[in-house]
């Protein structure tokens, strides 16, 4: 298994002395908070304009966390050079000389981005709830409220759980322009569209960010047949099965 | 020490590394030689446990590499130049490695020093040249204290100051008493430094043998004649069965020949010399015919070949000017030497 601790110590030294980690993170929380405070604000003034059906599925906390649809781009390209850079640079080689085991580095790799992850996702979602309601004004939510934190909660684990799904995805596809070629257009194109296309949307229920928006959300989504824990449990399986498949091309294959 | 045995990585139909056995042995520069596409770097990854072997094993200290604990700090390896995050300094590129292994972080400032890279540690790898992008990797290499370094075409695309300094690299490290394994594809750059070579040619070892015993069985010599008289003086040669080839200048080169004999000889039968000397076939020449017949991708020979089923211009040239009697025999006993030297390589 190897010197997990010392293997965790410097994959945690390599995500911190790269300039992209910060950045990328730090553009996962403006545009989150930006994004849902300019939407939040948008529906606060177009209320009046809003149909009765609109009114009535209402859900001020998830139109908070609509700036995630864009955000989880950021926390996708952050997860992906995690395990991209070493494959565009080379440098794939000289950790997997310095760490043989190789499960050691795919678990060290991905509780570096959990760590780092979890957090910023936590600030990120609680910035943008309170602003959010602020912005929406007579018809926002409080935190107190009937699952609202939960759903906030939530909102934190879809975006951690979307870079462990990418930094899998980084594991079986190596090159950063592949991996990000794959998740940039399917996050922000792809499963938008295909949720919406009659009979295939049974199928696309189960993506992953529509089971992720499940668990943001306060009101139930009459069109998708599962709740908020359902949401967790099928984002997680997504997680491992693409952990579980980024570790077996890891091993088998020539790096 | 290093084992290699029976070594094989398959790349579809290609076979990169044919059953390949060797051992490096303790405290000696081992120059690991081939062609270009003969295998070293394949070789050399497979002996880090990077590429998964077709067949065969490689042990280092009696163990597969993952089964080494802190592998940094039993074998040292530089494989590609600048395969660095552009991004990172050079000192963060060190300490991750370092603290992959549990290397003290004071380890990093040694080896930047020790490579010359003290001054530029804080900056960015991406704005290295390629030298010291070199330098960071043998740094890299030499962070563990390693009792085995293993460096992968070290001298590539160096200036002559920096092929100087890995040279004297490599040899003070195997004065220190460690094993040192150096791949190059220049016999000419390994003649400097290793004791002890391993060749390869499209896969397979050619040999495994020191380097004086390499010295002493490939650079036999020849002796250049010339005179005034060649037809008389390759009779004479011919009758005592001493084989000889023409040369683009106008004389020949009598193979194993000594110069007392030809002397003798060329007296006897009143023939005069104009020149007489003993020549030696380079390393590099040894090397090359060596492994002529593994080259990946050949070149046009700009000299004659013994390969041509036509005899090529320059030897037409070169029969005209001695002016043999029967020159069609002189042509064909030119090449039957050449293809003996083959063979005999």
């Known amino acids: ?255 | 020490m290093i084992e290699v045995h029976q070594l094989t990585k398959r790349y579809g139909s290609t076979l990169a590394v044919d059953g390949l056995s060797f051992q490096v042995p303790r405290g000696v520069v081992t120059g690991f030689l081939g062609p270009n596409g003969a295998g070293k770097s394949t070789t050399m990854r497979m002996m880090l446990d990077l590429d998964r072997p077709t067949s065969g094993s490689v042990t280092i200290d009696g163990r597969a590499y993952h089964q080494l604990h802190q592998p940094l700090k039993h074998i040292g390896a530089l494989l590609e130049a600048k395969a660095v995050h552009p991004g990172r300094t050079a000192y963060n590129h060190l300490l991750w490695l370092a603290r992959s292994n549990r290397i003290p972080a004071g380890r990093v400032d040694e080896v930047l020093g020790l490579v010359g890279l003290r001054e530029v540690a804080k900056r960015k790898s991406g704005g290295f040249s390629l030298g010291m992008g070199q330098r960071l990797g043998i740094a890299a290499a030499l962070l563990g204290d390693p009792k085995i370094l293993m460096f992968d075409e070290p001298v590539n695309g160096l200036d002559p100051e920096g092929i100087l300094w890995v040279r004297n690299l490599m040899k003070s490290l195997a004065q220190e008493g460690r094993t040192v394994f150096v791949s190059s594809h220049l016999m000419s750059e390994m003649a400097l430094t290793a004791d002890h070579l391993v060749v390869i040619g499209q896969g397979r070892l050619l040999a495994n043998l020191s380097m004086n015993d390499f010295i002493d069985q490939n650079s036999h010599g020849f002796v250049r004649v010339r005179t005034p008289q060649p037809e008389a003086l390759l009779d004479a040669l011919a009758m005592a069965r001493i084989s000889t080839r023409p040369l683009a200048e106008g004389g020949f080169e009598v193979i194993d020949g000594n110069p007392a004999q030809i002397g003798d000889l060329a007296r006897d039968h009143g023939i005069s010399l104009h020149e007489l000397s003993p020549q030696r076939a380079s390393l590099e020449e040894a090397f090359m015919q060596m492994t002529a017949d593994s080259v990946e991708y050949r070149t046009g020979d700009i000299h004659p070949s013994a390969d041509g089923t036509a005899p090529p211009p320059p030897e037409d040239a070169g029969v005209a000017r001695t002016g043999a009697a029967d020159s069609g025999g002189w042509g064909a006993q030119w090449n039957r030497t050449s293809g003996k030297r083959r063979k005999e390589s």
């Open chain 1, 1 to 255: 298994m190897g010197d997990f601790s010392a293997v965790l110590f410097s994959e945690w030294t390599k995500v911190r002395t790269v300039r992209s980690t910060w950045i990328t993170l730090l553009v996962a929380f403006v545009v989150t908070v930006g994004l849902g405070a300019v939407i939040s604000a948008v529906t606060n003034s177009q209320w009046n304009s809003m149909s009765d059906r609109d009114r009535l599925t209402f859900d001020a906390t998830s139109t908070s966390f609509s700036g995630i649809y864009l955000g989880q781009l950021a926390v996708i390209v952050f997860a992906v050079l995690v395990v991209g850079n070493e494959y565009s640079s080379g440098m794939i080689r000289a950790t997997l000389a310095a760490v043989p085991q190789r499960i050691t580095l795919l678990l060290a790799k991905t509780v570096v981005v959990l760590v780092l992850v979890l957090p910023v996702a936590l600030v990120t979602c609680f910035v943008t709830f309170f602003l959010g309601q602020a912005l929406l004004g007579d018809h926002g939510t409080s935190i107190g409220s009937t699952h609202v934190l939960r759903a906030v909660v939530g909102a934190a684990l879809y975006m951690t759980f979307i870079a462990l799904l990418s930094l899998g995805v980084g594991f079986m596809l190596r090159k950063p322009v592949l991996s990000l070629g794959l998740l940039m257009p399917f996050f922000f194109l792809i499963s938008p569209i295909l949720s919406n296309v009659p009979k295939v949307k049974t199928v696309a229920h189960y993506f992953p960010d529509i089971a992720g928006t499940q668990m943001a959300r306060v009101v139930g989504d009459n069109s998708v047949p599962y709740g908020p824990t359902a949401g967790l449990f099928i984002c997680l399986a997504w997680v491992a099965a693409c952990l579980v498949g980024g570790y077996a091309l890891l091993k088998r294959r020539d790096a």
